[in-house]
Every structure is written in structure tokens, then in C-alpha cells.
């Protein structure tokens, strides 16, 4: 397979376009919700991961994750993040941010220490 065939193949434009959805998904998650709780918790953040398959500390099941579908039948969906942040007293805190969206609009998060 060439390189241009790789490029322009259905799975890799699929891959891509996921990506760069949630990637601008969770800028828009930082700009509206978790930099406000960072701040009004006096945290600093050291790092964040977007959890692909799981909920972290929310712990909900594997197919509650990939379910695209509320029980009412809006399309929603939710994104989980864990934010690895140190506090004032230089202590590790672990806090995983639930993102809910509608279409890649963002709704609500939740975080849970």
C-alpha cells in the first residue's frame, strides 16, 4: 500500500476526524468547566489523559461507555478525562472529568475526586 492510499483511506480519515473532534472537544471542556475548577479548588494542573474506554472514577460499565444514545433518544454522548493536578499543600490529586456533549457541544461536566 502507497502512502497516498493510506492517507486517503476511509479508516484513517474516520481515525482523524474522532481526533480532531475530541481534541476540540476537550479544549472547549478546559476553556468553559475545568479551568474554572482548577482555579476555584487552587489546584494546578500537571497533566491530563482522555480515557477512550473507560469512566474512571465514575465506574460505569464498558458498553454505557460506547452507548451513543440516552434513554430518552437525544444523541449525546459523554467523554471522560483524568486530571492528574497538585494542590496547595503539594499533594497529588487524581480527578476525573465527565464531559457531557450534544453533537460536540458541550453541556455539562462533572468531576469526581
Avoid at 474512571?56 to 459523554?78: A, D, H
Wanted: overall charge negative; charged content about 25%; aromatic content about 18%.
Amino acid at each position: 500500500m502507497t502512502l497516498d492510499l493510506l492517507f486517503f483511506s476511509p479508516p484513517f480519515i474516520f481515525i482523524l476526524a474522532v481526533w480532531l473532534l475530541t481534541r476540540r472537544t476537550v479544549k472547549a471542556a478546559f476553556r468553559e468547566y475545568i479551568d474554572f475548577y482548577l482555579e476555584q479548588n487552587e489546584l494546578t494542573l500537571e497533566y491530563h489523559r482522555v480515557l477512550w474506554f473507560s469512566s474512571g472514577k465514575f465506574r460505569k460499565p464498558w458498553y454505557e461507555i460506547l452507548k451513543p444514545m440516552t434513554p430518552m433518544g437525544s444523541s449525546s454522548t459523554s467523554m471522560y478525562i483524568d486530571l492528574y493536578a497538585v494542590d496547595k499543600n503539594g499533594e497529588d490529586k487524581q480527578i476525573t472529568c465527565c464531559i457531557k456533549s450534544h453533537y460536540f457541544d458541550i453541556i455539562d461536566a462533572d468531576f469526581r475526586e
